[in-house]
């Protein structure tokens, strides 16, 4: 059974699309409520058990951790907000063959690293959820940006032209 791949915005699953048409392709929304009330809509609708699903977006790198336009895949993901007592760390079995990295999913941009990798504002929704529900998640980022520059300096089109390309072959 081919996976479902979630994309946050349309923007980001244009290019993806339009590789793909057959993929099932769902927008979740931006953020953790719209990730989460998605993947429980989908789950009303159709079992996840077994199933695999994909979240596949942009996601901005700290320090340079990673380059602009590199394609990672997330495999421990944290709400970084949350008090340090709260915080679960969620953990992924790597399904790529590309660099795993570690994450933090964000209500807002520039939040500190902490550790990790990149900063994204769907994941840990995806890793709750699958864990809740019993489905396999996985994450794949294209880095757009480095955390804090000015969204006039993200490169989008580079990112999800990788994104696209890379996913490609992972999700037919």
């Known amino acids: 059974m081919k996976p479902i791949v979630l994309f946050p915005t349309e923007l980001e699953a244009r290019i993806f699309c339009e590789l793909c048409p057959e993929v099932e392709v769902v927008i979740s929304g931006v953020g953790m409520a719209a990730t989460a009330a998605t993947l429980a809509r989908i789950s009303v609708s159709q079992s996840l058990h077994g199933r695999v699903v994909i979240l596949a977006g942009i996601a901005g790198c700290y320090e340079q951790r990673c380059e602009v336009g590199e394609v990672v895949e997330v495999i421990s993901e944290v709400v970084s907000e949350l008090p340090e007592r ?13 660099r795993g990295v570690s994450s933090n999913t964000v209500s807002r941009c520039n939040a ?43 490169n989008i089109e580079l990112a999800t032209h990788n994104l696209a390309k890379t996913l490609k072959n992972y999700a037919e």
Do not use: P, Q
């Not at 709260?86 to 590309?98: G, I, Q």
């Not at 690293?113 to 294209?142: P, W």
């Open 112 to 154: 500190e690293s902490c550790g990790a990798d990149i900063e994204n504002m769907e994941g840990a929704a995806l890793f709750a959820i699958a864990e809740a529900l019993g489905f396999r998640a996985v994450e794949i980022r294209a880095v757009s940006n480095v955390v804090g520059d000015d969204f006039a300096k993200w």
């Open 86 to 98: 709260f915080c679960k760390e969620y953990h992924a079995e790597m399904f790529t063959n590309l």
